[in-house]
């Protein structure tokens, strides 16, 4: 194995320097109109990866002032995605990539090695698990569906649960109180771009009305580098017929959309989207934009709009013309994982009008960048201002130590925000202070 000392001097070896000396603040690189840095030439980022560490007795993430947080299960097996159910139930998707991942690139190897140092690599479950709080109000674990797949979105339409594994979008008959579902009675409604799997996870929602499925598909590679034909159907928004599994791509151009959501207030299709790599510590910045049926992000031949990634050859210049702008840039590297949107929230300080963000965390920035939850306000539809931070503290004040990662979000039926931890291994439930 090799740790993270040596991992740290061969990637400076490989690259032309550590330097991460751009002008640009993060706050610069948020909102409608962020600040873009010119494009540096590395072979592979530079990287700062905290040590891995458990949680304390009592230790928890930081909260806002006038919330409090607390563990509402723990020891789980890399915990990724949270679903609230009706019954106050909620999900938990334990997975990491698939064992069938291929390793196509030194970057790829070398990051994997530092990131099981993090704790980011961590040995997923492939099951669902469900919590639900008893009478005496304790947390109790379940083991809800097993033997599945790299498991990540999940959503309920009348009784039928769906669920989004590594290759294969699946569908589970579910009534109302079920504490286990036998894996055999799952049906693989659609087949999903599994080949390398770069990027793996496959992030899910339903329309407002259940009429269809929406699901995030990462591209296989940063730029294309494992050819154009292994991105066949991926960097892309799938809309899916949970009847009869029928599929078209509803958006593309998107790196890794690794959520998707629907506002509710204005029915509109939402995205998180983590962005390409290897030119430099600024650059480029994820993202939170509203999805247009047939519209084209960028991805691979543009960023941010039309500013062309140089390093894609052949260049497609007509592409690039029509390629989308986002809506919001969240700044560099955070590594946006989940969202939520806050209708139904209770969190004092954090209106009903916005949106909750997983960051998950840089890997290859100095300084870290992301391991917090975010809060972006929205006016009129659309999101305004700077992020407020909702919880942070899952890394030490030195950038040393990690403790947690947060991922999947939702609201419970009192209006609590949930998290789960995949480095921490911990589901959180944050609420009103007393």
């Not at 040590?51 to 915990?79: C, F, M, N, Y």
Request: hydrophobic share 35%; aromatic share 8%.
């Amino acid at each position: 194995m090799i740790n993270r000392q040596f991992s740290a001097l061969l990637f400076c070896t490989l690259l032309a320097g550590c330097d991460n000396s751009d002008s640009t603040t993060v706050a610069e690189q948020i909102g409608p109109h962020p600040k873009l840095d010119k494009p540096s030439a590395f072979l592979l980022p530079s990287i700062s990866v905290p040590s891995k560490v458990d949680w304390g007795q009592g230790q928890t993430p930081r909260p806002a002032a006038g919330l409090k947080i607390e563990s509402i299960a723990q020891g789980l097996a890399h915990p990724r995605m949270v679903y609230q159910l009706p019954n106050n139930d909620i999900l938990v998707a334990e997975s990491n990539a698939p064992s069938s991942e291929a390793v196509t690139t030194p970057k790829q190897l070398i990051s994997g090695l530092v990131k099981k140092d993090s704790g980011k690599g961590g040995k997923g479950g492939n099951r669902i698990t469900l919590l639900r709080k008893d009478a005496q109000g304790h947390w109790q674990k379940y083991s809800f569906i097993q033997n599945l797949n790299s498991p990540f979105g999940m959503v309920l339409i009348g009784q039928s649960l769906y669920i989004a594994d590594a290759d294969a979008l699946l569908v589970f008959p579910y009534q109302p109180g079920d504490l286990k579902i036998d894996s055999a009675r799952g049906k693989r409604l659609a087949d999903l771009p599994s080949t390398i799997n770069h990027h793996w996870t496959k992030s899910l929602t339903a329309s407002p009305e259940g009429k269809h499925l929406y699901v995030g598909v990462g591209s296989n590679s940063n730029i294309t580098e494992n050819g154009l034909e292994a991105e066949y159907r991926r960097a892309a928004i799938l809309e899916v017929d949970p009847q009869s599994g029928a599929s078209r791509i509803y958006a593309d151009g998107l790196r890794n959309p690794t959520g998707v959501a629907f506002d509710p207030a204005t029915k509109k299709l939402w995205t998180i989207v983590n962005e390409r790599d290897e030119i430099g510590a600024n650059l480029v910045p994820d993202y939170l934009t509203q999805v247009k049926e047939g519209a084209f992000y960028g991805w691979p031949y543009s960023y941010y709009g039309q500013h062309v990634d140089r390093r894609v050859q052949p260049p497609a210049p007509d592409k690039v013309a029509r390629a989308v702008a986002p809506d919001y840039a969240l700044s560099s590297h955070v590594a946006p994982l989940g969202m939520q949107f806050a209708q139904g929230s209770r969190l004092p300080g954090f209106a009903s009008e916005g949106l909750f963000i997983s960051e998950h965390g840089s890997w290859n920035r100095k300084p870290l960048n992301g391991y917090r939850v975010s809060y972006v306000q929205f006016s009129q539809g659309k999101p305004v201002g700077q992020p407020k931070t909702v919880v942070d503290g899952f890394v030490s004040d030195d950038q040393q130590r990690i403790f947690g990662a947060p991922v999947g979000l939702t609201l419970d039926n009192q209006g609590a925000l949930i998290i789960a931890d995949d480095v921490g291994n911990h589901v959180w439930r944050v609420s009103a202070a007393p």
